[in-house]
């Protein structure tokens, strides 16, 4: 059924990502299938840019490396059937290229509660939704905030 899933994880809102990665799992433990887990880092404005230390980048890229390579881990995953990566840039761009990257044919996704800033500007997950070329299952944490 599935061979490869992606989940893009929010590492500074593991709640929201904490139920799409439980239910990829189950669904991992049914088909065999590997799981991807990506983390999309936002880019640095330029005019912060004299304001951080010249290894801000790579420490904050081994900060999330070190991150979601611990939410890897305490998945309930045989040894080899969980990778991760970190990318730089915008959200549905990065996780949509990191899908065809992993050839995965399910991405599953967290979300909470659309709000109105969704509603009238979109949401990564909605824009995943409409623009990957695999099944997206879009996984609702009941208890989180809009």
């Known amino acids: 059924m599935y061979a490869s899933i992606l989940v893009p994880v929010d ?12 239910k990829a799992v189950a669904l991992a433990d049914l088909t065999g299938a590997l799981i991807g887990l990506v983390y999309v880092r936002s880019l ?28 890897a881990a305490g998945l309930k995953r045989p040894a ?11 959200v549905y761009n990065e996780v949509l290229d990191e899908a065809k990257k992993i050839h995965a044919d399910l991405i599953v ?3 909470h509660r659309p709000g109105m ?20 299952l879009v996984v609702r944490n009941p208890m989180a905030k809009a």
Not at 11 to 22: F, G, K, R
Not at 46 to 64: A, K, L, N
């Open 117 to 136: 800033a969704s509603y009238l500007l979109g949401s990564n997950a909605s824009t995943i939704v409409r623009h990957a070329e695999c099944s997206v």
């Open 11 to 22: 590492l500074s809102e593991i709640e929201i990502s904490q139920p799409a990665l439980d």
């Open 109 to 111: 996704v967290g979300s």
């Open 80 to 90: 080899g059937t969980v990778k991760s990566a970190v990318r730089l840039g915008s």
């Open 44 to 71: 640095l404005p330029v005019t912060f840019m004299e304001y951080v230390p010249p290894s801000f980048d790579e420490e904050q890229q081994g900060d999330c490396e070190t991150k979601i390579a611990a939410v």
